[in-house]
């Protein structure tokens, strides 16, 4: 991916990192709602990558919209979640999307995008998600002490900094 040149008065060495928004959907029994994506292996939570000039929260309403078919505008921001990958620093935005539960008939995947989509007991996220990922949605479902992470795990207020 090539990055657009900084505007002019970024100050060398400032980072630019790499942004994406999702949202977290619950049903009554606690599961969380992951997909299966077509261009990648393994699951991931609904959402995608922020553009350019774009707010995360509208990204995760666009990204849900493109992906499930559901028009919502996602609720509080449950985590973000700092990481480096690559030595690319990445934000990574996770919302509350709600209760879905009895709604889930309304899920309409975008096919070139997505090919399943599943319910899953948060002790079992790790047996289908990459591990930073998990960490990240495990987190945040298990009510992460603050809404700021660092590689998917929270972050001590005396550690920060």
């Not at 599943?118 to 992460?144: C, E, I, K, Q, Y």
Request: proline fraction near 12%; include cysteine.
């Amino acid at each position: 991916m090539t990055l657009p040149p900084a505007p002019p008065w970024t100050p060398t060495g400032a980072a630019r990192p790499l942004v994406a928004a999702g949202a977290i959907y619950r049903d009554p029994e606690g599961r969380v709602l992951l997909v299966h994506p077509t261009y990648k292996p393994g699951w991931d939570v609904p959402g995608g990558l922020v553009e350019t000039g774009e707010a995360p929260a509208v990204a995760c309403r666009r990204e849900v919209l493109e992906e499930l078919g559901l028009d919502q505008v996602p609720g509080p921001l449950l985590t973000v979640d700092w990481t480096d990958v690559g030595g690319h620093d990445k934000l990574l935005f996770l919302f509350d999307g709600g209760l879905l539960g009895d709604d889930e008939h309304r899920i309409v995947l975008q096919a070139d995008e997505l090919d399943a989509w599943a319910w899953v007991a948060p002790d079992d996220l790790a047996d289908h998600l990459p591990p930073p990922l998990a960490r990240r949605v495990g987190s945040t479902v298990a009510g992460a002490t603050g809404p700021y992470l660092e590689h998917g795990l929270p972050v001590r207020s005396d550690a920060a900094g």
